[in-house]
């Protein structure tokens, strides 16, 4: 694994993740997902704010995996 990190730019060599590549992936993602909660909800803020909430506690070690699958599988 460590290898193909550094294959693919993710680490760089002194050991520091890349954040140009964390920032490409993060908008990949966080965009789609951002468009698809608006046009569920119809732009209710209530709503969004309280999906917020709830992300925002599930980001735990413990939820962090059900949290990843619920934003990348949402889209």
Known sequence: MKNELLDRGIKLASGEIS?????????AVTQPFAEMVWVTTGGDMETINRLTDILVTMNTPADRGK???????AR
């Open 19 to 27: 954040k140009d590549k964390i920032n490409l992936v993060a908008g």
């Open 67 to 73: 949290l990843f699958k619920i934003i990348i599988f």
